[in-house]
């Protein structure tokens, strides 16, 4: 029996993936997978539970035993959960971003976490949001994707999200970490940031998310869904 399908949709930080994931998982209503959140949260119970992030066996450990839930709003945001506090705000600041890409360098972690992904694809289908995806988690999946954008573009972005949630933050140190974050993301050993060899590329730095998630959903329906 063919397992149900899985979409792909990888690339760095600020790209447009999330935002276009939840859109294709709504239109197709199929289940989502934020895989960045399963890394962030194992760096924010590291911060919780003062370990380093650069203490390999002890992050492994947390990883391994990771209590987190995903719940899907009315208004359709994810929730996402560690032992039983919603902590979907606090994950998502630059700490929890940097977290995220020290800890998911670490291969034992990487490997701890995948077992976990591969259970979100269940009938009718998944929506999977990473950055190896369509390398490592579902190198089977039928249709990949991978948006990227500018490094600039996507500082820009950040700081506009940032700025709006009355956040006090610096658009040259947004940069800089994120061309730092990406430059770790990119060279790690084990599942690196790159384009799957079948995925289609889309560079979102001068277009639109609606013209992007069309440019998606074109694909998606010339593969059946």
């Given at each position: 029996?063919?397992?149900?399908?899985?979409?792909?949709?990888?690339?760095?930080?600020?790209?447009?993936?999330?935002?276009?994931?939840?859109?294709?998982?709504?239109a197709?209503?199929?289940?989502?997978?934020?895989?960045?959140?399963?890394y962030?949260?194992t760096?924010?119970?590291?911060?919780?539970?003062?370990?380093?992030?650069?203490?390999?066996?002890?992050?492994?450990?947390?990883?391994?035993?990771?209590?987190?839930?995903?719940?899907?709003?009315?208004?359709?945001?994810i929730?996402?959960?560690?032992?039983?506090?919603?902590v979907?705000?606090?994950?998502?600041?630059e700490?929890?971003?940097?977290?995220?890409?020290?800890?998911?360098?670490?291969?034992?972690?990487?490997?701890?976490?995948?077992?976990?992904?591969?259970?979100?694809?269940?009938?009718?289908?998944?929506?999977?949001?990473?950055?190896?995806?369509?390398?490592?988690?579902?190198?089977?999946?039928?249709?990949k994707?991978?948006l990227?954008?500018?490094?600039?573009?996507?500082?820009e972005?950040?700081?506009?999200?940032?700025?709006?949630?009355?956040?006090?933050?610096?658009?040259?140190r947004?940069l800089?970490?994120?061309?730092?974050?990406?430059?770790?993301?990119?060279?790690?050993?084990?599942?690196?940031?790159?384009p799957?060899e079948?995925?289609?590329?889309?560079?979102?730095?001068a277009?639109p998310?609606?013209e992007?998630?069309?440019?998606?959903?074109?694909?998606?329906?010339?593969?059946?869904?």
């Amino acid at each position: 029996m063919a397992q149900c399908p899985v979409i792909t949709v990888d690339g760095p930080s600020g790209a447009g993936k999330g935002t276009i994931s939840h859109l294709l998982s709504a239109a197709l209503g199929w289940h989502f997978l934020d895989s960045g959140a399963l890394y962030r949260v194992t760096g924010y119970a590291c911060v919780l539970e003062g370990v380093s992030w650069d203490d390999h066996p002890a992050v492994t450990e947390i990883a391994r035993r990771l209590d987190v839930t995903f719940t899907t709003c009315p208004s359709g945001e994810i929730r996402v959960a560690y032992q039983g506090v919603d902590v979907s705000r606090a994950i998502r600041t630059e700490q929890g971003g940097r977290g995220a890409s020290t800890v998911a360098a670490i291969p034992s972690v990487r490997e701890a976490l995948l077992a976990r992904q591969r259970q979100f694809r269940q009938p009718p289908g998944l929506v999977a949001d990473g950055r190896d995806m369509g390398t490592a988690v579902f190198p089977d999946a039928p249709l990949k994707f991978f948006l990227t954008a500018s490094a600039a573009e996507r500082a820009e972005r950040r700081y506009k999200q940032l700025i709006a949630k009355g956040e006090s933050v610096s658009l040259p140190r947004l940069l800089a970490d994120i061309q730092e974050r990406d430059a770790r993301d990119s060279s790690r050993a084990v599942s690196p940031l790159v384009p799957a060899e079948d995925a289609i590329v889309i560079d979102s730095t001068a277009t639109p998310i609606p013209e992007v998630f069309e440019r998606v959903m074109q694909a998606v329906r010339q593969q059946g869904y």
